[in-house]
Every structure is written in structure tokens, then in C-alpha cells.
T-cell receptor, first 112, second 113 residues
Framework: QQQVKQSPQSLIVQKGGISIINCAYENTAFDYFPWYQQFPGKGPALLIAIRPDVSEKKEGRFTISFNKSAKQFSLHIMDSQPGDSATYFCAASRAGTDKLIFGTGTRLQVFP | KAGVTQTPRYLIKTRGQQVTLSCSPISGHRSVSWYQQTPGQGLQFLFEYFSETQRNKGNFPGRFSGRQFSNSRSEMNVSTLELGDSALYLC????????????FGPGTRLLVL
């Protein structure tokens, strides 16, 4: 019940294309769903986050879509750029805590 | 503001030894969390501290322990090191520790031989 399942494991996209990463969770107590971006040699950095009271959140080229009934959420990267090449992690947490349950990560490669 | 700092950045130990890792959160942040990152297990939660109190603990053996000081700095200790403890240990801090943005440090890479 504590797991967050993430797919795909790796993703290759051409510059200008759309990158889509999917996550699913079981624990209905989760109410905060952030996405983190990690470059080699660096710690993860928060990209965008969503709570279950909205179905979509957009920040620049990054959009989270959230489906509460299906217990799924996804990250869409529009107009993908080579600089977006990194590993992306979805995560989930319960109210009142910073404890994050992370997905297994998606390695995104954007080719020019 | 300075980011989250972790020391040391790299560490090599042998089996059976113990190790202490340090984390200095962003100034004013009172919540510190620790994570272990490995290729096989990904990012796994170790501990969460808020105002010197452990608020959550992950599913790790008792060899893993931590603490937080009054200035919010945190340390984690691993005793009787095993080969499988080789990992990147990440520290993250946030202001109130309630689902706000967590800022991660660069990590301490531990290699156990």
C-alpha cells in the first residue's frame, strides 16, 4: 500500500516532442503528489506538485494530470528540450509529514 | 540563501565500521529528512526530523540512526556497515515539514568495501 509505481523506466524523445511519465498509487491517504527532477551528481529538485482537489496543474512546459478515481497521475513535458534530459521521480506523501514515497524513476533522454 | 549542505561528499569505509553523515539545512528550515538512493532500490525514506524530534522512520534496520540538533542540523549514523549500505545518502529540508517544497542536498556517496 506504500508503493508508488512509475513507468516507463526510460524514455527517448526527440526535441520538440512530448514526454509522458505515468505513476500509480494504492494508498488513498496520500494527498500530495510532487515530481522531482534529478541530474547526474545532483540531488533531486522539485519540479511541480499537485493535490487531489485539482485534476491538472500547469507550470510552463510541465503539466501534471491527476485522476483521483484511478489513483493515477502523470507528468507531461511539452516541447521537450535536450536540457530536460534527466531522471524524473514521482512521489506521494500523507498529510502532516514530509515523508515521501518515491516511484522508481524514469530516465528521460531528449535528442536534438 | 545557501542550499542544503552535506558533508562529507564522498566516503569509503570497510565492512563492520561505522559512519556519521552530516546535513546542514537551509537557514530557517526546521524539518530534515534523509533518503537512501541506490540503483536497485531507488529512493527510500530513512528518517524525518522536526524540531529535534523524530517524526517518521523508514523501514531500515536499527543500525541506521539519526538525530537533529537545536540548530536544525542533522546527523545520521550507520553502524556495522555492510556492503549493501553503499549508496548515495540524501538529506532534504523544508520550513515547516508539512508537504512543502523539500530542498535536497547533493548527497554523500558512501562506498563500503
Amino acid at each position: 500500500q506504500q508503493q508508488v509505481k512509475q513507468s516507463p523506466q526510460s524514455l527517448i524523445v526527440q526535441k520538440g516532442g512530448i514526454s509522458i511519465i505515468n505513476c500509480a498509487y494504492e494508498n488513498t491517504a496520500f494527498d500530495y503528489f510532487p515530481w522531482y527532477q534529478q541530474f547526474p551528481g545532483k540531488g533531486p529538485a522539485l519540479l511541480i506538485a499537485i493535490r487531489p482537489d485539482v485534476s491538472e496543474k500547469k507550470e510552463g512546459r510541465f503539466t501534471i494530470s491527476f485522476n483521483k478515481s484511478a489513483k493515477q497521475f502523470s507528468l507531461h513535458i511539452m516541447d521537450s528540450q535536450p536540457g530536460d534530459s534527466a531522471t524524473y521521480f514521482c512521489a506521494a506523501s500523507r498529510a502532516g509529514t514530509d515523508k515521501l514515497i518515491f516511484g522508481t524513476g524514469t530516465r528521460l533522454q531528449v535528442f536534438p | 540563501k545557501a542550499g542544503v549542505t552535506q558533508t562529507p561528499r564522498y566516503l569509503i569505509k570497510t565492512r563492520g565500521q561505522q559512519v556519521t553523515l552530516s546535513c546542514s539545512p537551509i537557514s530557517g528550515h526546521r524539518s530534515v529528512s534523509w533518503y537512501q538512493q541506490t540503483p536497485g532500490q531507488g529512493l527510500q525514506f530513512l528518517f524525518e526530523y522536526f524540531s529535534e524530534t523524530q517524526r517518521n522512520k523508514g523501514n531500515f534496520p536499527g543500525r541506521f540512526s539519526g538525530r537533529q540538533f537545536s540548530n536544525s542540523r542533522s546527523e545520521m549514523n550507520v553502524s556495522t556497515l555492510e556492503l549493501g549500505d553503499s549508496a548515495l545518502y540524501l538529506c532534504a529540508s523544508s520550513f515547516k515539514g508539512r508537504q512543502e517544497t523539500q530542498y535536497f542536498g547533493p548527497g554523500t556517496r558512501l562506498l563500503v568495501l
